[in-house]
């Protein structure tokens, strides 16, 4: 759609008023002209870091690493160097493209995308086409979708490549009438000269291709200036996305590319002893082949029903898997083992000890998981949703003993992730299936499989000890303890190569420096400690949504919640007083004055306040909580009903937000992430596998159960640059909901969440390890 109301501009740009809000607009950065038929322009920028908020209180914390390197300035220094890799093109149709490396899992991001290109081109968003690059392994470490971080990342470069594509047309189109590049405006994809003469930047950009590549410079269009950029646009692909006509990957058809399914054991990561019918089974309706693969056995036939029917009938021995024995009381007993120690002594002052546990909790997307592979003696090509696709391009080269070179990953757009497309095991496993077939497949794995086969959030303790005296808070200490979290996805790769320039002493692992990356307090409570142990358990584990910060952060508030009790203050008034982030104070303010703090409520209803600063973001959230039994003891059918939130407000300061529009959204939807883990949603564990079979099983947020009133203040821009925002709103939601329900009941909840204790359903049979499929959706659709 074209932009209304835009005014011509100048290739020369004015200089904004004076604030912070204007200093990309005033800086010239370093592009290239690539050598291309077409105008193509490619950016190379560094990074940049953010300082931390002064002390303020009488026992003032020094700042945390986090605060002065956080796990986005570790991904954007070491994504720099492969920067002048990402390029715009303009064609001769007048549109421009962008592939853009990193993945669409409904986050928005295309969207955001183009709306820099827009932008900086003077051309109508619907001009803007983005797709998502193929695996380039040439990116090296510029092609991961993960810690909030694509908008931080991709802000400068994207905008500056389309500044310099706009100045070559316009330098262009000067020496082709023979005036000053001075004299000409562009609006809506047209080069102008007054009215006298005037050219499409289609009609333009062969003769503004360059036959070689190119340094040259540009100035970025100020904030001032913006007509696209910090308004509330739609997403460029939700009329395909309501209509039904966006592609994901099972929608895409790839000859003789025949659905594929796999029988799988009955704890995780078992393995295949003996297959004792495969015979029999590749002879039934519609199949033409079964194969043995590492953790199962797959059947490949005509449709999806026929390969549910053969792998049911499948006999199989089976072998043991890697955490036979464990389930929720055995995980949970090793956790409080491994606890580190507190190492400040309460001596003269008082105490509050708290412990708080967190269930292991599913990573599975709305999307079934699913994969495409044509895997051929000499080559193969891969089509599946991935957020680390160099990766995923690297190993499944490795496995099917082929040349990294040889392998063709395509990106295609996820129905979601949670954290589960940042592993590529599902394209891996269609790419097994394939070599070992001799034939194309089409993978897609039950529901039942990512529950018990997937990814899980794992289980994690976290201790929490505050000192206190003559008003002040002396200490806090945080002892964060988890089942091993995987980060074998390019995370890794990146702290190996910017381990020099990383605020971090000692030897830590991967996850504790990713921990320390990510985790901050930020109230001055004077000596401040949060560590991570972990224990070497052998779950399909990954980092959910916001990673450890949801635990992390509601273990926090809730005790600073105690702290404000013990010390007879609100906790509005406690917080305000020890916060030392200026953005985090003006946030609450405003949420207290949105949300009306303190407005009157009958007994078993209360409001809680939750605060996090992270990925260079603010966010407060408010909520208000009905726990009386005539809510909680609420009757609906296959569901958990418990306490349910009735008012929720998040207030965000993204930076800069790009799209106000999406940017609520991202906080919505992290709410609603947030209510699930904090009142429904988690997996019980029993004899090495999860119970919960389906989603039917594992309660996330229902619409019964979503808040009537949920509202997003986006604050004003704080700052010239995004901040991330995908994960943001999750640990503050969760933690206003966890307070707001202790000062609901009257007493401070150690469990989440709240329902774990209670299993609400009859577990799906683990043989065979797909049910058989419904037949009755129109009877128990509601």
Known sequence: MAEQGRSPRSPERASGPEGASEGLGRRRVLAYLLAAPTLAVAVRLGADAAGAQPAQAAVPSPPQPEELFDLGDMQNLAAAPTSGLISVQVHTDG?????????????????????????????????????????????????????????RSMYLPVRTAAAVARQRLVATAAEQWGVPASELTTKDGVVSYGTAKSATYGSLATAAAATKTTPVTAQLKPPSQFTVLGKPHRRVDALDIVTGRKRFGMDLQVPDAKPTMVRRPPTI?????????????????????????????????????????????????????????ESDDTVLAKLKAAALPMTVPPLLSKKIDAEFTFAFASNSPLEPDNAIADVRPDRAEIWASLKSPIVAQQEIAKALGLGQESVTVHVVPGGGSFGRHLFHDVAA???????????????????????????????????????????NVLSFEQRHTSSKTDFGHGLGEMISATAAQLPVAGNLTFAETIFTLTQSSPYNFGVTTQLLSEVPLEFNTGSMRNIYSPNVVCAQELVVDQLAAKMGKDPVAFRREFLRDERLRAVLDKAVEVGEWGRELPAGVAQGIGLHAEYRGAVASLVEIDCRPETVDRKVRDGVTGPRVTRALLVVDAGFAINPRGLEAQMMGGFIDAMAMALTSSLHIKDGIPLEGSWDNYFYTRQWNAPLDLRVVVMPPTSDKPSGAGELAVAPAFAAIACAYARAVGAMPTSFPINHSTLSFEPLPLKPSTPQSPTDGLDRAF
Not at 432 to 441: A, D, N
Request: charged share 20%.
């Open 95 to 151: 549109t421009a493209s962008l592939a853009v490396p990193r993945a669409e899992v409904g986050q928005g991001m295309t969207t955001a995308v183009a709306m820099m290109v827009a932008e900086e081109l003077d051309l109508p968003l619907d001009r803007v086409k983005v797709t998502l690059a193929d695996a380039r392994p040439e990116l090296v470490m510029n092609q991961l979708t993960a810690g909030s971080n694509s908008m």
């Open 269 to 325: 990561n078992g393995t295949v002893v003996a297959v004792h019918n495969a015979d029999a089974v590749q002879n039934m309706p519609g199949i033409t082949d079964v194969a043995t693969i590492k953790h199962g056995v797959a059947v490949r036939g005509e449709t999806f029903g026929q390969c549910i029917d053969a792998l049911r009938a499948l006999e199989v021995t089976w072998g043991a898997g890697s955490v036979d024995k």
């Open 429 to 471: 496993e269609a790419a097994e299936i394939s070599q070992k077939m001799g034939k194309p497949v089409k993978l897609s794995w039950s529901r039942t499989d990512s529950f018990r086969q997937g990814r899980t959030h794992p289980m994690c303790v976290s201790r929490v000890r505050a000192t206190y005296a003559l008003g």
